[in-house]
């Protein structure tokens, strides 16, 4: 599996996750990015390290720290909310409206025939997510989210409840598998992580195939 490399200093890499990886070794075991961290190491003693997660049908932008010193900046700046996200996805519907901010905490529930999900809940974590409409395609929408809250599923749950539409292809929240959409359509488009007195790390993955099919094009 080809992981492309989309900024790399002494710190830090960011590389384009493909769609299907998972970040974690699944329980039932099978790949991971574990699998592929040797190989990342570039000349480096250590191994990399993920600093954030995406979900495995997720693609793009994963921030990496190449020793535990960063690894805990990194961490330290995700806490104090220094890293800027902006995510691509396409929903199974129209958005009311061109932009807006969607407002819902989230808290998890689980159950012994659906297994666990995230819901909105008034006593749940706060959860901030901008979005924006990019573009019509067809039955559906190309939006671009920007969270200011990394909350497990936070996008996905947005679109639902407060887009009035999930992602196309969500398993969970969605329809599941659709034609041309074999996967939950999210893409992690850009990443830019603030650094005092050093160069901000900034990323972006280019759009992947399974988007374009769709209509969707870079801008």
């Keep these: 599996m080809n992981i492309p490399i989309l900024y790399e200093d002494g710190e830090a890499l960011v590389i384009d996750k ?11 075991g099978g790949p991971c990015l574990d699998d592929h961290l040797e190989r990342l190491k570039l000349g480096f ?23 535990p010193k960063a690894l805990a900046r990194f961490n330290k700046a995700f806490e104090e909310r220094l890293v800027g996200k902006t995510y691509l996805a396409i929903l199974a519907g129209h958005p009311p ?7 819902l905490a989230l808290a998890k529930i689980s159950s012994a025939d659906k297994g666990w999900r ?19 395609l067809g039955p559906h929408s190309l939006i671009r989210f920007r969270p200011e809250t990394g909350r497990t599923h936070q996008l996905r749950v947005h679109a639902l409840k407060g887009l009035g539409a999930p992602l196309l292809g969500d398993p969970v929240y969605g329809a599941g598998p659709a034609p041309g959409a074999k996967r939950t359509m999210l893409h992690a488009e850009s990443l ?28």
Excluded: Y
């Excluded at 003693?45 to 020793?67: E, I, K, M, Y």
């Excluded at 409206?97 to 407002?103: A, D, K, V």
């Excluded at 819901?119 to 409409?133: D, F, N, Q, T």
């Excluded at 650094?195 to 870079?218: C, H």
């Design 18 to 28: 493909p769609a299907g990886l998972p970040v974690d070794r699944p329980r039932k």
């Design 45 to 67: 003693q250590r191994p990399p390290v993920a600093v954030h997660r995406l979900d495995t049908d997720t693609s793009g932008c994963l921030l990496l720290a190449r020793n």
């Design 97 to 103: 409206g061109t932009e807006g901010t969607i407002e």
């Design 118 to 136: 995230m819901i909105p809940a008034k006593k749940g974590k706060p959860a901030v997510s901008h979005w924006e409409l990019v573009a019509e």
């Design 192 to 219: 830019t992580v603030t650094r005092p007195g050093k160069t901000p790390i900034e990323a972006r993955a280019p759009l992947p195939a399974d988007f374009r099919a769709f209509g969707a094009s870079d801008g």
